[in-house]
C-alpha cells in the first residue's frame, strides 16, 4: 500500500469516496504477496494490483456495491474461477482479497487512516489492525507496539501484532468470534556496510533501488572522504563500529555487510553483530580469509553457532567479476534473505 499514498492522498484531498481491496491470504501459487493492495474510486479510477490482472475486474466490480453501502466484503478466488486459472492461479491456487469502504466519515476511522500515512511518510514502522466482516470494518494502529488510536483491540492480538511484526510476516488471527487481519507497514529495511570501498559505492545504489536504508561506517576518513558516490548513502559516518552500532536499530530488517578488509575493522564490527537481531550478515574474502576470520572469533568467545551466521565468501555465486558483479551478487543474498529464502 506504500507505493498508493501519493493516489490516495490525491483523492482525498480532492472528495473522492473509494475502496481498498488487500489480498490477506494466499494458498498455492500466488502472483502477488499478502498485503498487495488495490484503491477503486467510485468514478472507476484504479490504482495497484492485488493479482497482476487475473481477478481485479471482478474486484473492481464488488468495489462499486461496497463504496455505495460503505461497507467491507471478503473475495475468494481460485482455481474454479476461468478469470484466476487462464492467468495463473494454478496448482490449487487462491487468494482471499478484503474490500473495504476508505472510511473518513469517523473521526477515530480517519484518524488511524491519517496516522498511517503519516508514519509511512515519516518511514517509522507501524502496525494496521482490520476486524474482518466486522459491521463497521473497525480498524486500529499500532506504533511501537502501542495502540495509539482506533477500536479496542483483545491483548492477544496485540500480542501478536507485535510478534507478526517481528517475524516479518502479515497474519490472520482470531480472538473469541472475531477475526483480524495483522498488517504490518515496516520502515525501509536498514543495508548497514562496514567499509568505504569500490564496492560500497555500487551496493549503495543498488540498495538505493531497491528502496533499502543505506548506512556507511568507516573509521578510515581517507577512505570514507574519497570515495565520490553518485548515489549517496543516507548516512556515512567515520567512526569505529563499536562506537555508533549500539545507536543504529540491529533488528530482523537489518542487513550487515563487511567490506573493509581490515580485521580490526571488521572483527570490531562482528562482536557486535554476531549477538544482535539484524537478519543477515555477509563478509567479503576468500575462504582462507575467512578461516582466519573464524579463528580470530573463536579465541575471542564466539561460538561455532554465532560465527556459522555469517554468509562468507558474500553474495550469490553468480562468478561476479569486478566491483558491479560483486556488489549485485551481494544485493543478491540480502534480497533473497528479506523475501525469506
Not at 578510515?220 to 567512526?239: E, Q, T
Request: aromatic residues 8%.
Amino acid at each position: 500500500m506504500k507505493d498508493l499514498l501519493p493516489q490516495i492522498t490525491q483523492w482525498i484531498q480532492s472528495g473522492k469516496r473509494f475502496a481498498i481491496a488487500r489480498v490477506i491470504q494466499t494458498w498455492g501459487s500466488s502472483p502477488r504477496p499478502v498485503g498487495s493492495s488495490l484503491i477503486v474510486s467510485d468514478d472507476g479510477e484504479i490504482s495497484g494490483s492485488v493479482s497482476g490482472g487475473c481477478v481485479e475486474g471482478s474486484v473492481i466490480k464488488e468495489a462499486s456495491q461496497v463504496i455505495a453501502n460503505k461497507s467491507a466484503k471478503l473475495l475468494s478466488f481460485g482455481v474454479s474461477d476461468d478469470e484466476a486459472w487462464s492467468v495463473g492461479l494454478t496448482c490449487g491456487g487462491k487468494i482471499q482479497v478484503y474490500l473495504q469502504y476508505y472510511s473518513v466519515d469517523s473521526s477515530s476511522q480517519a484518524a488511524v487512516w491519517g496516522l498511517l500515512r503519516r508514519s509511512i511518510l515519516e518511514n517509522r514502522h507501524c502496525i494496521l489492525v482490520t476486524a474482518l466482516l466486522d459491521s463497521e470494518s473497525k480498524i486500529s494502529f499500532i506504533d511501537d507496539k502501542n495502540i495509539l488510536t482506533g477500536s479496542p483491540l483483545p491483548e492477544s492480538v496485540v500480542a501478536n501484532a507485535s510478534e507478526a511484526y517481528d517475524h516479518r510476516r502479515h497474519e490472520i488471527v482470531t480472538a473469541g468470534e472475531t477475526t483480524y487481519f495483522i498488517h504490518i507497514f515496516p520502515a525501509k529495511s536498514r543495508l548497514l556496510i562496514i567499509g568505504a570501498a569500490h564496492i560500497t559505492v555500487d551496493l549503495v545504489q543498488l540498495a538505493a533501488m531497491h528502496d533499502f536504508e543505506t548506512w556507511v561506517v568507516d573509521p578510515r576518513g581517507v577512505f570514507a572522504s574519497k570515495i565520490r558516490f553518485p548515489v549517496k548513502p543516507d548516512h556515512l559516518l567515520v567512526d569505529y563500529p563499536s562506537e555508533v552500532l549500539n545507536d543504529i536499530v540491529l533488528d530482523g530488517y537489518t542487513y550487515a555487510v563487511i567490506l573493509s578488509h581490515d580485521p580490526k575493522i571488521d572483527d570490531n564490527a562482528l562482536h557486535i553483530l554476531l549477538r544482535s537481531n539484524v537478519a543477515y550478515i555477509g563478509a567479503l574474502g576468500s575462504r582462507k580469509t575467512h578461516e582466519k576470520r573464524m579463528e580470530r572469533l573463536t579465541r575471542d568467545g564466539f561460538s561455532i553457532e554465532e560465527i556459522s551466521r555469517i554468509e562468507s565468501p558474500v553474495g550469490i555465486d553468480i562468478h561476479a567479476q569486478g566491483a558491479k558483479e560483486i556488489a549485485l551478487s551481494i544485493m543478491g543474498s540480502v534480497i533473497k534473505v528479506k523475501n525469506g529464502y
